[in-house]
């Protein structure tokens, strides 16, 4: 047996007798495993957590508050300068007419998320999901990343555990996993000097889950990181949620260079190869993590579809609006039907879910 069909058996041993990898057997699987060796793995472990053939999704939409930013990622499009001609921040009424149509065609989410705007008082923040809970009552708001959680923390001067008390109150239990990037301070201080450290994002989820919310992590891959970078955000995640148990879901996408400053550096999305290995990796060392979302989004319907294959067991959100990725030159849509029709095809029953993955209705 060769040395690299030995470690393969002696990590797969591991992985099916339930036992965790450690972050060299993470970077081995994600560099020198064949791709299908990998899925069949990842497989494995999705089916030990859930053996239904069932997929979920959830009937969701992404819309902005504001595109106002004074933090400039060198990985985004969407920001925009105060006195830009595009800038713009939108009042509680206009963000509310935005949920009422979604609601209408039914979202249970709502993933609203803006730019770093220093204009806002916490009082807007409060007053977004106070309303949303009031008027929506069947809509959950699933709002404001960790980095805008700090930014409300810096211009109110309250702590951020403060403010996560305060957002409380108003009605919101649950935070998106936005703003991680790459969880590593190497990388992060070369793509978004401004926009925290690991410690930092890491803090916001801990008190977050301290205080009862449930919280996803994301990740955005491909452009400066190493594989090494990779593994250590899965071991910073799964440390967390080894502390917290607060996580309910990891999802990964990869970076869009159009219309950025990072693409002096990066000119091309990542392929479905390198998310087909992530999505995989991911299922198998976050043994600790319920829920592993694929998207049709960012990688397209069909990379999205055979990503069921690789271990993921959530199609994340039919996104009714999206605007971060459009910045970048990026457009995708689809429609319930659609969402019903990748998961069948891929052979799962679909499921609609709520924000905490509760199940809604099977197909
Ligand atoms: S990613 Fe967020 S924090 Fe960074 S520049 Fe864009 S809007 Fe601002």
Do not use: M, Q, R, V
């Given at each position: 047996m060769s040395e690299r069909a030995k470690v393969l058996k002696g990590v797969q041993e591991k992985v099916m007798a339930g036992q965790r990898i450690g972050p060299d057997e993470g970077l081995y699987l994600l560099q020198r495993t064949d791709l299908l060796d990998l899925a069949s793995l990842a497989n494995a472990v999705r089916f030990r957590l859930h053996p239904e053939k069932v997929v979920t999704f959830v009937v969701d939409t992404n819309p902005n508050y504001t595109n106002v930013c004074e933090t400039g990622c060198l990985f985004c499009a969407f920001h925009r300068k105060?006195?830009?001609?595009d800038a713009y921040t939108r009042s509680v009424e206009e963000v509310m007419a935005k949920i009422e149509w979604a609601a209408r065609q039914g979202a249970t989410t709502v993933l609203l998320q803006g730019g770093?705007?220093?204009?806002?008082?916490l009082d807007y923040y409060l007053d977004l999901v106070r309303t949303t809970r009031r008027r929506f009552p069947g809509v959950a708001p699933h709002f404001f990343s960790a980095t805008e959680v700090r930014e409300m923390a810096r211009v109110s001067g309250l702590s951020v555990r403060e403010v996560l008390e305060k957002l409380k109150e108003a009605g919101q239990h649950t935070l998106p996993?936005?703003?991680?990037?790459?969880?590593t301070d190497r990388v992060r201080r070369r793509?978004?000097?401004?926009?925290?450290s690991v410690d930092e994002w890491v803090e916001v989820h801990r008190v977050a889950h301290q205080l009862g919310y449930k919280t996803t992590a994301t990740m955005m891959y491909?452009?400066?990181?190493?594989p090494e970078d990779i593994v250590q955000h899965l071991e910073v995640i799964r440390r967390l949620q080894d502390e917290t148990?607060?996580?309910?879901a990891f999802i990964p996408w990869s970076f869009k260079p159009a219309n950025t400053r990072l693409w002096k550096w990066v000119q091309e999305p990542a392929g479905p190869n390198q998310y087909l290995r992530i999505i995989a990796l991911a299922r198998v060392y976050l043994d600790n993590f319920p829920h592993i979302q694929a998207s049709w989004f960012s990688e397209g319907k069909k990379t999205g579809q055979v990503a069921l294959h690789f271990g993921a067991d959530d199609l994340g959100g039919t996104l009714i609006e999206e605007n971060v990725h459009k910045a970048a030159g990026y457009v995708n849509t689809t429609t319930l039907d659609e969402v019903l029709l990748l998961i069948r095809e891929a052979g799962f029953r679909p499921a609609q879910r709520t924000t905490l993955y509760e199940m809604l209705r099977y197909f």
């Open positions: 105060p006195t830009d001609p770093h705007n220093s204009d806002l008082p996993g936005g703003g991680a990037e790459i969880l793509i978004s000097p401004k926009k925290g491909g452009h400066l990181e190493t148990d607060g996580f309910t």
